[in-house]
């Protein structure tokens, strides 16, 4: 499937004098290409081409070493460990998985470095679609609401990986910088709300959007997303508040369960029928290694996604399949809570069955014999020119329906709000995969535990269960080494604590 809008002007970046690059800090904020870029805003179609390159952050997964969030989030949770060929092929991504993280120790460089570019981006253009006169007001309100949401999709991911952020609304100078304090995540919350309030009450942004527009936000999921970030405040007041705007998804009548479960993750299904947003990739845009190996922030040196990659067998040979490199094995928690559940056979590829019929690879770091299928890299999707590793363009599945439905059956069991509405939620993502419905007597704290199960089931590997440990207060009862009071978060990397001279603090226990 031939990507659309966020292929068509990838090597805009450089352009505009923001793209990441070997040896450039992030705190540099002021571009390079100043000059550049003080020329370049006076379009309505530079505006927009300003806008695409905010949402290709979205797909970054190379700031500063292998930070692609959905691997990272599985190797954290009980779903999966770190893999790799070794203890030492990635301690980022092993730091994490046991929690031995520290202020040099961990993605949190990168993270942070990917999402404040995003920031940026979408502060500028915010910033500069003011200062254009002969502008269309539809395109006009459309973009505002786009850069706003992806301001609050930046923050969401800021805010729950560090706790207290520096807080930007606008475009900031390099003396500026140096300044800021850490905003509480309350504020950080609130602004994300507002930003993500402004844009669902913009008309200008569509319900959906034509075939040659995929990748652009909607209404939907602007609401899911609000629905979303208030659930994660753990606010009981405010549970059924966060069910009003997931039920405006469901409502919508725009999306709806694929019969087929185990169709969800084919190439040939994206942006199905229950895709509420989709992070896309491509294998249209061939690129090199770039500076993979060379030290400062790493380039993302192709548009595909390299989870594909690094949760593929190391060296194997045999049928379905490529080669890949063993990261992100499958824990035997997952496949025992799994194995007797018809969404097993389509969450996690058994090597053992494999290697019985007469395919081979070699055992990974924290080997299991049990590996990623949703993202598990297939021969037929191989890219055939580039780096074949890193052309991979299977879409990150990033909003699905069935995690609308779920969550909104939780807002509303929290919200003591109406528990047959919630069953039925709940029973429609049981049901399409044959399970019994849930009755009346599955009410209250069952029916909520109930539907935590459901959301390890539906959801696994699909980077959600670290998080839904975190906000429920689960994970130092099944994370090895997590502490609670230490772990929900990251530690702020200490190379922005240094450059910021002091004005950033460390997160506690680091």
Same mark, same amino acid.
Request: hydrophobic share 40%.
């Given at each position: 499937?031939?990507?659309?809008?966020?292929?068509?002007?990838?090597?805009?970046?450089?352009?505009?004098?923001?793209?990441?690059?070997?040896?450039?800090?992030?705190?540099?904020?002021?571009?390079?290409?100043?000059?550049?870029?003080?020329?370049?805003?006076?379009?309505?179609?530079?505006?927009?081409?300003?806008?695409?390159?905010?949402?290709?952050?979205?797909?970054?997964?190379?700031?500063?070493?292998?930070?692609?969030?959905?691997?990272?989030?599985?190797?954290?949770?009980?779903?999966?460990?770190?893999?790799?060929?070794?203890?030492?092929?990635?301690?980022?991504?092993? $730091? @994490?998985?046991? *929690?031995? !993280?520290?202020? #040099?120790? %961990?993605?949190?460089?990168?993270?942070? =470095?990917?999402?404040?570019?995003?920031?940026?981006?979408?502060?500028?253009?915010?910033?500069?679609?003011?200062?254009?006169?002969?502008?269309?007001?539809?395109?006009?309100?459309?973009?505002?609401?786009?850069?706003?949401?992806?301001? $609050? @999709?930046?923050? *969401?991911? !800021?805010?729950? #990986?560090? %706790?207290?952020?520096?807080?930007?609304? =606008?475009?900031?100078?390099?003396?500026?910088?140096?300044?800021?304090?850490?905003?509480?995540?309350?504020?950080?919350?609130?602004?994300?709300?507002?930003?993500?309030?402004?844009?669902?009450?913009?008309?200008?942004?569509?319900?959906?959007?034509?075939?040659?527009?995929?990748?652009r936000l909607t209404q939907g999921v602007v609401s899911a997303m609000l629905g979303k970030v208030i659930l994660f405040q753990n606010n009981e007041g405010r549970m059924l508040e966060a069910a009003g705007h997931l039920e405006d998804v469901i409502n919508s009548g725009n999306y709806f369960l694929m019969p087929?479960?185990?169709?969800?993750?084919?190439?040939?299904?994206?942006?199905?029928?229950?895709?509420?947003?989709?992070?896309?990739?491509?294998?249209?845009?061939?690129?090199?290694?770039?500076?993979?190996?060379?030290?400062?922030?790493?380039?993302?040196?192709?548009?595909?996604?390299?989870?594909?990659?690094?949760?593929?067998?190391?060296?194997?040979?045999?049928?379905?399949?490529?080669?890949?490199?063993?990261?992100?094995?499958?824990?035997?928690?997952?496949?025992?809570?799994?194995?007797?559940?018809?969404?097993?056979?389509?969450?996690?590829?058994?090597?053992?069955?494999?290697?019985?019929?007469?395919?081979?690879?070699?055992?990974?770091?924290?080997?299991?014999?049990?590996?990623?299928?949703?993202?598990?890299?297939?021969?037929?999707?191989?890219?055939?020119?580039?780096?074949?590793?890193?052309?991979?363009?299977?879409?990150?599945?990033?909003?699905?329906?069935?995690?609308?439905?779920?969550?909104?059956?939780?807002?509303?069991?929290?919200?003591?709000g109406d528990q047959a509405k919630a069953r039925q939620y709940v029973n429609q993502v049981r049901t399409r995969v044959g399970l019994q419905p849930y009755v009346g007597n599955v009410s209250g704290q069952t029916?909520?535990?109930?539907?935590?199960?459901?959301?390890?089931?539906?959801?696994?590997?699909?980077?959600?269960?670290?998080?839904?440990?975190?906000?429920?207060?689960?994970?130092?009862?099944?994370?090895?080494?997590?502490?609670?009071?230490?772990?929900?978060?990251?530690?702020?990397?200490?190379?922005?604590?240094?450059?910021?001279?002091?004005?950033?603090?460390?997160?506690?226990?680091?």
């Amino acid at each position: 499937m031939k990507k659309q809008i966020l292929s068509k002007y990838v090597f805009l970046l450089l352009a505009l004098g923001m793209a990441t690059s070997c040896g450039k800090d992030f705190l540099e904020l002021k571009p390079r290409g100043t000059q550049l870029e003080t020329n370049f805003y006076q379009t309505q179609e530079e505006i927009f081409q300003g806008l695409v390159a905010t949402y290709d952050v979205l797909g970054w997964q190379g700031t500063e070493g292998w930070t692609m969030l959905l691997g990272l989030l599985n190797a954290a949770s009980d779903d999966c460990f770190a893999g790799g060929s070794d203890a030492s092929d990635q301690p980022n991504w092993v $730091a @994490w998985d046991g *929690f031995t !993280l520290n202020p #040099l120790l %961990g993605p949190q460089l990168g993270l942070w =470095k990917k999402y404040y570019a995003g920031v940026y981006r979408a502060n500028l253009v915010l910033q500069k679609i003011e200062e254009i006169e002969d502008i269309d007001p539809v395109f006009k309100a459309r973009t505002i609401a786009e850069a706003k949401t992806l301001r $609050a @999709w930046f923050y *969401f991911d !800021l805010v729950r #990986l560090f %706790g207290n952020v520096p807080l930007f609304t =606008k475009p900031v100078s390099g003396d500026e910088i140096f300044s800021v304090k850490q905003a509480t995540p309350q504020a950080v919350y609130a602004q994300i709300e507002k930003d993500l309030t402004d844009a669902k009450n913009t008309s200008e942004l569509p319900e959906t959007v034509p075939p040659n527009e995929l990748g652009r936000l909607t209404q939907g999921v602007v609401s899911a997303m609000l629905g979303k970030v208030i659930l994660f405040q753990n606010n009981e007041g405010r549970m059924l508040e966060a069910a009003g705007h997931l039920e405006d998804v469901i409502n919508s009548g725009n999306y709806f369960l694929m019969p087929e479960y185990g169709d969800i993750f084919k190439r040939e299904n994206e942006w199905g029928p229950e895709s509420v947003f989709e992070i896309q990739f491509a294998d249209n845009r061939p690129g090199d290694w770039g500076c993979c190996f060379a030290s400062g922030p790493v380039s993302n040196a192709t548009e595909g996604n390299y989870n594909v990659q690094f949760f593929g067998m190391r060296d194997y040979s045999g049928p379905v399949y490529a080669s890949g490199w063993s990261f992100c094995p499958v824990t035997n928690d997952l496949v025992d809570f799994m194995k007797n559940d018809p969404r097993f056979k389509h969450t996690i590829v058994d090597g053992n069955a494999l290697k019985q019929a007469g395919a081979s690879y070699t055992a990974g770091f924290q080997n299991t014999d049990y590996f990623i299928k949703k993202y598990a890299p297939l021969a037929s999707n191989q890219a055939t020119d580039g780096v074949i590793a890193l052309e991979w363009a299977e879409n990150i599945r990033e909003i699905r329906y069935a995690d609308v439905l779920l969550m909104a059956a939780e807002a509303l069991v929290r919200g003591n709000g109406d528990q047959a509405k919630a069953r039925q939620y709940v029973n429609q993502v049981r049901t399409r995969v044959g399970l019994q419905p849930y009755v009346g007597n599955v009410s209250g704290q069952t029916l909520l535990n109930a539907i935590y199960r459901e959301r390890r089931l539906e959801l696994a590997t699909e980077g959600h269960r670290f998080w839904d440990l975190v906000r429920t207060g689960g994970a130092s009862e099944v994370l090895d080494g997590y502490q609670a009071g230490k772990h929900e978060y990251l530690p702020i990397p200490q190379q922005e604590i240094d450059l910021s001279q002091g004005a950033l603090v460390q997160n506690p226990n680091y």
